[in-house]
């Protein structure tokens, strides 16, 4: 058994070899990583179990919560902060259960399946591991925009990206590219940054 911010983590038993694919793995108590970026600190009772899907997408919730985009992105203060995920990917459906949350006064709005050419009125655009191909391609197209780039692809703050999703010693965590953030004229909060595994 495995732990995930102190907390135990359950993976299901191997899947039976004539199976296609493997089942998403389940991370136990996996929300909180939520809430040990919404509130650091906060004690952490037993939640329900979530796909790892699910629990990116609460870190892509949490990010959206403590990132700060230019007053002049949005059309007004009540209009909604997008998120798109580039492409097919596994984490369409958790991403989709965020649509309509709020997030700093705004209604989050999800797009999914967008292609390099629709990231126009994106203000959080996620990579998945199956659009990886298309990760140069659209940080080329987003270079200097305020957009934050979320992915977990391999190497991709190095990149250029703003915030990767990693899974490592059997727990999610995450890494930021703070010259990325600049150049796209975000600012993360303290409490955020403190919980980057990349920034001591």
């Not at 989709?96 to 390099?116: N, Y």
């Not at 140069?136 to 703003?162: H, I, K, M, N, Y």
Request: aromatic fraction near 4%; charged fraction near 20%; include cysteine.
């Amino acid at each position: 058994m495995a732990v995930l911010h102190g907390h135990p983590v359950t993976r299901p038993a191997d899947p039976v070899s004539a199976r296609p694919a493997p089942p998403a793995r389940r991370l136990g108590t996996a929300l909180a990583l939520a809430l040990a970026i919404a509130w650091p600190g906060a004690p952490v009772h037993a939640q329900p179990t979530l796909t790892e899907a699910q629990a990116k997408a609460a870190f892509v919730l949490n990010f959206a919560r403590y990132i700060e985009w230019p007053a002049s992105v949005f059309a007004s203060p009540q209009a909604p902060l997008v998120v798109c995920l580039v492409g097919r990917d596994t984490l369409g459906p958790a991403l989709a259960a965020l649509d309509g949350r709020q997030v700093q006064g705004r209604a989050m709005k999800v797009r999914l399946r967008v292609v390099p050419d629709e990231l126009r009125g994106c203000h959080l655009v996620f990579i998945g591991e199956a659009e990886e191909r298309r990760s140069q391609t659209v940080l080329r197209a987003l270079a200097g925009q305020p957009v934050l780039t979320v992915s977990d692809t391999d190497r991709f703050t190095e990149s250029g990206g703003c915030v990767r999703i990693v899974l490592a010693e059997e727990r999610l965590q995450f890494e930021v590219n703070r010259a990325a953030l600049e150049q796209a004229q975000l600012k993360a909060s303290a409490s955020l940054l403190r919980l980057a595994r990349n920034i001591p």
